[in-house]
């Protein structure tokens, strides 16, 4: 085929002519190639997993992804990507760099590794979140962190760069390995030690000029989870050990979601399970009997006792109890420290040594608080349940003083103003529109966005001078907003695995369309059929697709199964009705399955992908 080289703007720009394009209508239908060589599957390294051959009626969206070689794990909570699943990762990345361009952000990487000075330096290694952090040392005896997030890093770099606030606004990201040291990795790709993340860093003037960024980056979110068509739900959240004040999640629904989501039937209002809010409660959703809870708090050094209302419904009360007999992110706002993962907190509390203040001092330094759910606004004209609860929670702070042996002077008890502890259901009301009409749904989180402000570069020194006073300096307002690329992978295949196998969207499928020819086609044909599906997509769309042949040695039904199981988006099979000019056009996602006639199939083809 001969290629036109033209030169503009200094440039060398490549053409291809296409004799499909050319028969018959001259060389005016030159077009520009945009599409790499066709790839052949002979090529490419598919090895099998390990045991049992692929079944996805069984197997999970994880399972099927190591069975059919798109990564290999290789310890507890780590992962090769092989071929395939670089190509799925490499695909989200080109389009996290559209979508990033489209805001003015530039890209840079990041070194894995981060010095804990300055961890140190930002207060954030610290408490419970430095459990989680994979710490080295050099042999000069420095300490390291092999960094789950950047903020230290990239605060620390614009505090030695940026001075002015000319030099603002400022927009940075990187795609890299981030590293955290999970207690039980789980789930595959979805809670790994090792993972792969996007990081967008914003530096702007002041609070004003921050937020104002903020929405445009959810804006491009938005644009990003888009490019899926997949539903997905954008819901307010807590900012954690982050820091900040203001956050969004990116969240889809899935069963095997980790998080749940709290959305409204009626109105807009969507929160995390963290930070939802709870409307006036319905008296007819409780009974007259009243329950009690156990958690812990301060390290154990509080055992908290919950006198609430207890659900009778059985449909809410599975609905709860997968959580918690009471909405513990409510109680946090008193206990901060709280802890509800012990499955049986009075023993694990009574087995906590005490402490003393100095040598001989045997106070002990541990209380009990109960919380107490607002029954009586609950349960109106029925004093005799309140005084039951009280009663009941007399009787049981008495016996376990007894049970854990601690004198009644050496335990402190708090009587905590009425605090709606009540846990969120399934019709729960909505704190905005006041109906019932609250919906849980079990969430998988693969996008959250932060307004920091001034959390790391103010005591991390990243300053500029002010805009209004030249002798003053002011930090600087920052935000920080992550998608976990590796996240997506597993639970998008998680999440569109049918009974047949993966079901790739377009926006990320490892090939977009799979050739898969007979026997008896010749490679002429295979080639013709190539290019033409090429030519005709290019006139119409901005990005060609990601075609394949599958020209293994193996027979036709197996190269059908294996399209199936891999979840290709679009099949076109050369058969046995290829010596009469036909050929069959497949899609899953859209149902449909369709001969069509030679010079038909890239249009045919064409419509499929717009639909995807």
Partial sequence: MPKLWARRIGLATQFQLNRHQLKGRGLCFITRTYHDETTYLSRVWLPGGKGTNPDPKRDDGHTLLQKLGFLQQTHSGVFHLLPLGLRVQNKLERLIDKHMSSIGANKLSLSSISNESLWRDSGRLLGNSSSELLRLKSRAGDGFILSPTHEEEITSLVAGSVQSSKELPLRLYQIGRKYRDERRPRQGLLRAREFLMKDLYTFDVDEESALRTYHSVRNAYRAFFQEFKLPFLEAEADSGAMGGNYSHEFQYCTSMGEDHVVSCANCSYVANEELVEVGNPVEESRDQQG??????????????????????????????????????????????????????????????????????????????????????????????????????????????????????????????????????????????????????????????????????????????????????????????????????????????????????????????????????????????????????????????????????????????????????????????????????????????????????????????????
């Fill in 291 to 612: 329950s009690l809870s156990f958690a812990l708090d301060d390290n154990a050094k509080t055992l908290v006792l919950v006198a609430h209302p207890r659900l009778y419904s059985e449909q809410a009360e599975t609905s709860a109890g997968r959580r918690s007999s009471f909405n513990a992110h409510a109680l946090r706002k008193l206990f901060p420290l709280l802890d509800t993962s012990q499955e049986d907190p009075v023993s694990h509390f009574s087995n906590q040594p005490p402490e003393v203040d100095s040598p001989g001092d045997e106070s002990v330094s541990r209380s009990l608080s109960r919380i107490d759910l607002k029954i009586r606004t609950l349960h109106c004209g029925n004093p005799l349940h309140r005084r039951a609860a009280d009663a009941r929670a007399a009787e049981l702070k008495t016996e376990l003083q007894r049970k854990l042996d601690i004198p009644v002077e050496h335990c402190e008890y708090r009587e905590l103003p009425d605090t709606n502890v009540s846990p969120i259901t399934n019709g729960s009301t909505c704190p905005r529109c006041q109906g019932p009409s609250l919906k849980i749904q079990p969430t998988v989180e693969l996008g959250h966005t932060f307004h920091l402000g001034t959390r790391y570069t103010q005591p991390l020194g990243a300053l500029i001078t002010s805009p209004f006073d030249n002798s003053k300096k002011v930090p600087i307002s920052m935000g920080c907003h992550g998608i976990g690329l590796s996240r997506m992978i597993g639970a998008i295949a998680c999440i569109l695995k049918d009974n047949v196998g993966l079901n790739w969207p377009v926006a990320m499928s490892p090939f977009d369309v799979v050739v898969i020819p007979g026997e008896a086609v010749s490679k002429d044909d295979v080639e013709d059929m190539c290019e033409q599906i090429y030519t005709f997509i290019e006139c119409d769309v901005a990005r060609l697709p990601d075609l394949c042949v599958d020209d293994r040695d193996e027979t036709l039904p197996t190269k059908l199964r294996d399209a199936d199981l891999r979840g290709y988006p679009v099949i076109v099979v050369m058969g046995r009705r290829w010596k009469e000019g036909m050929a069959e056009v497949q899609c899953r996602r859209l149902g449909s399955k369709e001969h069509v006639l030679e010079n038909e199939v890239a249009g045919t083809v064409r419509d499929c992908l717009a639909k995807l």
